[in-house]
């Protein structure tokens, strides 16, 4: 038991044991989100205000009791305790958030299995707009300049890279035990490289099985693809993220805090606007932003006119507003692998990456070198 016999002094006593006290759920300490509001101290009373970033925590009584068990440790003398709450505001709240964010990245470690890995995301603010169809045809891509590719298909639940790979026969299996084990994705070789695939379609027994999980099962679900896949180090890791900025997209962040991330939408103007939440929720959760795809841009007709069913100009606009590279304009067309704009398209991530990592840049070039000049 500390004690301490002025009012001043056992105010600061008090405020460096209450602003030393870890958040239950953000990790960091209440001091450094800026959650203690008020510690004062009177000839027969001590008052503390924390404030919680949402009126109805769960974890109130979880706080308070911390609160209460820390402060028992410093002699009061006396004077009655009283703890009381309040509520962030919005902006104190978003500070507070993306702390606990930086904080959470800076605390991951890369899991063995993917030290080395180039990290590729793709990402869109709505579904419907080709965003799984263009990451595995860029995985495809990559895979015969005899890269190594991993494909992670973060959908949960709506999954859709085993029927892209024509692979919803194959079922994935697992060595070890449940306490200690290790998933086996599927190999497929292309050109002179490989991809290695993980998905919840190759899972379930049946593909229309709808997966009714929420939350924390989500989140669990993708840190096994992360942590416990034989990933076996490739050079690149392809993640089909779901559309949104739900649990999976913030799961991912602070697992995989070095991915880079590869916006798609259409040149529809709603559809760019919804996609600029996902350019928002990138850059507040600390991950690299790629650049822009615009899928379905234009219909090439038979007869040589060019189509725009869908609008123009949405990707440019989402571009240009996050200073960010257009990676491409992809025609609509009933499959898109062998298309020259994706082939483009993926020389332009290639390089897009290298621009932020000089010796892949060189790499990427004299591969691709190598590959036109055969």
């Given at each position: ?10 105010q ?34 001590i008052s ?12 109130k ?26 509520t ?45 169809s ?18 992670l298909?973060?959908?949960?639940w ?5 029927q ?82 739900g ?21 529809s103007?709603?559809?760019s606007h ?24 234009f ?14 100009g ?28 994706v ?13 932020q990592?000089h ?11 190598a590959?036109?000049?055969?």
């Open positions: 038991m500390v004690s301490d016999a002025t009012p001043s002094t056992l600061a006593r008090l405020r460096a044991v209450v602003e030393g006290l870890a958040d239950p759920e953000l990790g960091l300490t209440f001091g450094e989100l800026g959650m203690v509001k008020k510690v004062d101290v009177s000839k027969r009373q503390v205000l924390i404030a919680l970033t949402t009126p109805g925590c769960p974890l009584n979880q706080i308070r009791s911390s609160l209460l068990d820390a402060i028992d440790e410093v002699d009061r003398h006396g004077r009655e305790l009283i703890v009381s709450f309040t962030l505001t919005k902006d104190e709240k978003e500070r507070a958030l993306q702390l606990a964010r930086k904080g959470a990245q800076d605390a991951s470690t890369t899991p063995p299995e993917l030290e080395g890995t180039q990290l590729i995301a793709f990402s869109s603010g709505k579904g419907g707009v080709g965003k799984s263009l990451a595995i045809a860029v995985a495809e891509n990559i895979a015969k300049r005899g890269y190594r590719v991993g494909v298909d973060a959908d949960i709506g999954f859709s890279q085993p892209l790979l024509s692979a919803t026969d194959q079922r994935l299996s697992a060595d070890g035990d449940p306490q200690n084990f290790q998933i086996k994705p599927y190999l497929k070789s292309i050109g002179a490289g490989s991809l290695a695939v993980v998905s919840m379609g190759m899972m379930v027994e049946q593909a229309e099985s709808a997966i009714m999980w929420r939350g924390l099962m989500l989140s669990r679900a993708l840190q096994h693809f992360v942590e416990d896949v034989a990933w076996d180090n490739p050079d690149y890791l392809i993640i089909d993220l779901p559309p949104g900025t649990d999976i997209p913030m799961t991912l962040a602070r697992l995989l805090p070095a991915t880079k991330v590869a916006l798609v939408t259409t040149p103007p709603l559809a919804v996609a600029e939440r996902a350019a928002s929720f990138a850059i507040k959760a600390n991950l690299t932003l790629l650049g822009v795809i615009e899928n379905m841009s219909i090439e007709c038979p007869h040589g006119e060019t189509l725009t069913p869908f609008g123009s949405g990707g440019a606009a989402i571009a240009n507003r996050y200073q960010l590279p257009l990676l491409g304009s992809i025609p609509l067309a009933p499959t898109i692998s062998e298309l020259s704009a082939v483009d398209l993926t020389s332009m991530i290639l390089q897009e990456m290298g621009r990592e010796d892949l840049l060189q790499c990427t070039a004299h591969l691709w070198d590959v036109t000049n055969v």
